[in-house]
């Protein structure tokens, strides 16, 4: 065992878990320190381990581990607190957030700000918050501290303020691009100047403003994902359709 | 040299178990081939046996050698109670306090968007049409209170609802006998937010 590598009192979530072995876990986590990591859990499989029950996702834990390898291992777990659980449909949203991480968040690779962000957005759902702004908010940060760069506030040739009433093609790589003419194939998305100003102010009041940015969003993260697809998008939209 | 490829198929074969590595697949093959032969003979007929033998209820979704199981054929126990629950196993739970006389319906496994597994993988459609066949009147969603659990309870019951049939949940908090003192505090908060009313 080698002691320089132990961290202690790390807080961090769970975001996914996968057996191991009959009585082990790999645990994927987000640590507000050291970012996302795998960690063994040894013996959490088994019925009377301290662990199992406590390495739930969406709960806010205190985490210490050791080991210099890809996988490191779990040396001590505690419960927080202060996080009701999530219920019902926010839970679905939840694993919408923890998949974004796992299939974008780069291990070991420490991001605070996002960390603090994720936080918030769950905090949010579990007090019964409107989900909306809680998913927009979470994946702006998302998309600005994975260094995907958003631009929102200016037009990307002319770099002008943006218009409200105007309508914007939004160009991946770019940013918002005044929409001159129709038949642009290189636009993923057409919205509204008022869209991108409300996204910036986090206001999502508008009906208008909540399908454009959703749309954009989708569109965003769906380009960085570069085609994986989200299965908890497609689980929450079979429940819809039942 | 290279192994025989009925060891590598058999060892292949035996990684295919939750939680076997290549290491314990190859321990596994040779302790069946060398040390327990009549062991490894009667493993191979149980499993064929089992494969050829086993399907689902049409009715519960466990697993038996008939079109309906013993259980869901049984004149003993209230067709108008239907229990959810994930796995063979806790259905086994549940038969085992003695406090329920209704059927079951399992649903071998749970909500688990992450790992790929929604309502078409759990044949929800199959669920719901053993739940709306006009005898049954109350549905007890007995599924674990992980959150894949708690989410596969939420979307059960607002399916179930919107069909007009009443739904419960099984109630959590401290177990039999439990002290605060050595209880977790995971279990000690939300049995403080489900608190109910003292009658
Ligand atoms: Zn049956």
Known sequence: MSGKQRIDEQRAFVLHLYPYSETSLVVDVFSRDHGRLALLARGARRPRSALRGLLMAFQPLELGWFGAGEVKTLAKAEWIGGMPLLGGRCLLLGYYLNELLVKMLPREDPHGVLFDAYSAALHALALGGADAPELRRFEKTLLKELGYGLTLDREAVTGDQIIAQEQYAFQVERGPVRKVGAGDTANISVLHGKTLLDMIADDYTDPQTRMESKMLMRQLIAHHLGGKPLQSRRVFMELQEL | ?199
């Open chain 2, 1 to 199: 040299m290279p192994a025989s490829t009925s060891l590598e198929e058999l060892i292949e074969a035996l990684r295919g178990l939750p939680g076997v590595g290549p290491k314990a697949a190859q321990r596994m093959a040779y302790h069946l081939l060398q040390r327990n032969r009549r062991g490894a003979d009667r493993l191979a007929r149980a499993l064929d046996s089992a494969l050829h033998n086993l399907h689902h209820c049409n009715r519960c979704n466990n697993f038996t050698e008939q079109e309906i199981c013993e259980r869901c054929l049984s004149t003993r126990r209230d067709p108008a109670q239907l229990c959810i629950v994930e796995m063979p196993i806790d259905l086994n739970s549940m038969e085992q306090t003695q406090a329920y006389n209704g059927l079951y319906y399992v649903l071998m496994g749970r909500l688990s968007p992450l790992d790929g597994i929604g309502p078409t993988e759990l044949a929800f459609g199959r669920l719901i049409a053993r739940a709306t066949d006009g005898v049954v009147k109350e549905v007890i969603l007995a599924t674990n209170f992980t959150n894949e659990g708690e989410a596969t309870a939420h979307y059960l019951s607002e399916l179930l609802h919107a069909r007009d049939i009443k739904v419960s949940r099984i109630a959590r908090g401290l177990p039999v006998g439990g002290e605060l003192e050595f209880s977790d505090a995971a279990t000690v908060a939300q049995a403080l937010r489900e608190r109910r009313d003292f009658d």
